[in-house]
């Protein structure tokens, strides 16, 4: 690592407080007093309002109990359609195009059964080799649902370094052998950001079918799913979207495929036009929207927070989140580069904004037993198998004194070598 800095005070982080965008914001959150949260890539923190729609939910099923599906403050029967339409302006969708459903790897099954449709020697799915474990399961899943092979026709593109995907071998791979494409907008371990325009592009003119996996970049970043006509994505909503622990994901599906589509791929009765679902009928009449992906009963205590805390990415506004975000991750690693030279650290994410997602990548040969120091020392970082140690400051609860506090602790704990008393292994989970 370089040096390259500007000022590495405490006193400079907390001028960067003083006239930063969207701090207000921060006491919107549950916030752990001297503890620095670094974990929103994986888990975003609890607003206050998401608590609160939370309790609506449980207070319209106290107060209603069946007839909480139309009544009430909340009601249960359209809570997926009014999520779905506060989350259209991150995706960069129209409404119909959107729908809160099922989880990431549900969606993906769901979505690869509409539209994988494998013909002749155009049978098989490009993926790449650094993506999230549960996509590739997903893809084997359907492969073989098809009696295919889950080794020959999954194509994964090679990384060149280990940690990036280089885009021009992932269009040199999209032959006529291909018959649809799913990658990640931003790689999980490196926070590498895909150029998806680009791509849906060169997908489009060899007439392959293309998805993106948004978990990694929803929420963190703009999109312009709609404009740039990729054909379909997933996400979660618990990541920096801060919908809380295991809850609901979301689609896209692009107007155009919604037209000539004859339904969805796995069907199931939520999946119904809304003003047909309840006539019990054997033959399913999928909505006109992206809602025809939905398969089964919405979960509504797992959608309650989102609508609260999409409340808040309302008022703050994606494309201002984005610039602090971009603020906070450079500010992140001048500060490694300035005070963790010479102790065996690698900034590993893409150190241009274009080009980088919402958290640092940091490698180390000791990375699982850091993260434990890190924990000990009220830091909550990510580790990631083999050598990762992820940080992400997050635009909205983040401020750059924390990002100042978490790397000077970094830095104590490899002065003192306080890491040496933990085993360099992952904790169940990581």
Same mark, same amino acid.
């Given at each position: 690592?370089?040096?390259?800095? =500007?000022?590495?005070?405490?006193?400079?982080?907390?001028?960067?407080?003083?006239?930063?965008?969207?701090?207000?914001?921060?006491?919107?959150?549950?916030?752990?007093?001297?503890?620095?949260?670094?974990?929103?890539?994986?888990?975003?923190?609890?607003?206050?309002?998401?608590?609160?729609?939370?309790?609506?939910?449980?207070?319209?099923?106290?107060?209603?109990?069946?007839?909480?599906?139309?009544?009430?403050?909340?009601?249960?029967?359209?809570?997926?359609?009014?999520?779905?339409?506060?989350?259209?302006?991150?995706?960069?969708?129209?409404?119909?195009?959107?729908?809160?459903?099922?989880?990431?790897?549900?969606?993906?099954?769901?979505?690869?059964?509409?539209?994988?449709?494998?013909?002749?020697?155009?049978?098989?799915?490009?993926?790449?080799?650094?993506?999230?474990?549960?996509?590739?399961?997903?893809l084997q899943s359907q492969l073989r649902l098809k009696n295919l092979d889950p080794v020959e026709d999954l194509i994964r593109v090679k990384s060149r370094d280990g940690r990036t995907l280089n885009e021009e071998d992932i269009i040199?791979?999209?032959?006529?052998?291909?018959?649809?494409?799913?990658?990640?907008?931003?790689?999980?371990?490196?926070?590498?950001?895909?150029?998806?325009? =680009?791509?849906?592009?060169?997908?489009?003119?060899?007439?392959?079918?293309?998805?993106?996996?948004?978990?990694?970049?929803?929420?963190?970043?703009?999109?312009?799913?709609?404009?740039?006509?990729?054909?379909?994505?997933?996400?979660?909503?618990?990541?920096?979207?801060?919908?809380?622990?295991?809850?609901?994901?979301?689609?896209?599906?692009?107007?155009?495929?919604?037209?000539?589509?004859?339904?969805?791929?796995?069907?199931?009765?939520?999946?119904?036009?809304?003003?047909?679902?309840?006539?019990?009928?054997?033959?399913?009449?999928?909505?006109?929207?992206?809602?025809?992906?939905?398969?089964?009963?919405?979960?509504?205590?797992?959608?309650?927070?989102?609508?609260?805390?999409?409340?808040?990415?309302?008022?703050?506004?994606?494309?201002?989140?984005?610039?602090?975000?971009?603020?906070?991750?450079?500010?992140?690693?001048?500060?490694?580069?300035?005070?963790?030279?010479?102790?065996?650290?690698?900034?590993?994410?893409?150190?241009?904004?274009?080009?980088?997602?919402?958290?640092?990548?940091?490698?180390?040969?000791?990375?699982?037993?850091?993260?434990?120091?890190?924990?000990?020392?009220?830091?909550?970082?990510?580790?990631?198998?083999?050598?990762?140690?992820?940080?992400?400051?997050?635009?909205?609860?983040?401020?750059?004194?924390?990002?100042?506090?978490?790397?000077?602790?970094?830095?104590?704990?490899?002065?003192?070598?306080?890491?040496?008393?933990?085993?360099?292994?992952?904790?169940?989970?990581?």
């Amino acid at each position: 690592m370089e040096g390259s800095l =500007l000022d590495a005070s405490e006193a400079y982080a907390k001028s960067l407080d003083e006239k930063a965008e969207l701090t207000k914001f921060r006491e919107e959150f549950y916030l752990q007093k001297d503890h620095y949260y670094m974990d929103g890539n994986s888990l975003g923190l609890l607003s206050k309002r998401a608590e609160e729609t939370l309790l609506n939910s449980l207070e319209d099923w106290k107060r209603y109990g069946i007839d909480g599906w139309m009544g009430g403050k909340q009601p249960w029967f359209s809570l997926s359609e009014k999520i779905a339409g506060m989350l259209t302006p991150l995706v960069g969708a129209k409404e119909e195009e959107v729908m809160v459903t099922g989880s990431i790897t549900v969606n993906i099954h769901q979505l690869i059964a509409t539209f994988y449709k494998p013909v002749g020697k155009r049978k098989k799915i490009l993926a790449d080799e650094l993506t999230f474990p549960s996509d590739i399961y997903a893809l084997q899943s359907q492969l073989r649902l098809k009696n295919l092979d889950p080794v020959e026709d999954l194509i994964r593109v090679k990384s060149r370094d280990g940690r990036t995907l280089n885009e021009e071998d992932i269009i040199a791979a999209m032959t006529d052998e291909v018959a649809i494409i799913l990658l990640p907008s931003v790689l999980y371990r490196s926070g590498q950001l895909l150029d998806m325009e =680009l791509l849906t592009h060169k997908a489009h003119k060899r007439g392959i079918i293309i998805g993106f996996d948004l978990a990694h970049s929803i929420g963190a970043m703009p999109h312009e799913l709609h404009d740039w006509g990729v054909d379909f994505a997933v996400w979660c909503n618990y990541k920096y979207l801060n919908g809380g622990p295991g809850s609901v994901g979301g689609l896209f599906v692009h107007e155009k495929q919604l037209g000539i589509l004859s339904g969805p791929g796995l069907g199931g009765w939520f999946g119904s036009k809304k003003e047909k679902q309840f006539d019990m009928e054997h033959v399913l009449t999928p909505a006109e929207t992206a809602g025809a992906f939905q398969i089964g009963t919405p979960h509504i205590l797992s959608l309650a927070p989102i609508l609260g805390s999409l409340e808040i990415f309302q008022e703050a506004g994606i494309e201002n989140i984005r610039r602090k975000s971009l603020s906070l991750t450079r500010y992140m690693m001048e500060l490694m580069d300035y005070e963790l030279r010479e102790m065996g650290f690698s900034i590993t994410n893409p150190m241009d904004d274009r080009f980088r997602g919402g958290h640092v990548s940091l490698e180390h040969k000791e990375a699982a037993r850091i993260c434990k120091a890190l924990k000990e020392n009220k830091v909550t970082p990510d580790f990631r198998a083999p050598n990762v140690i992820r940080l992400a400051p997050i635009a909205l609860y983040t401020s750059y004194h924390d990002v100042w506090k978490t790397v000077q602790i970094l830095k104590t704990i490899m002065i003192e070598e306080q890491y040496k008393q933990f085993s360099n292994e992952r904790e169940v989970v990581a």
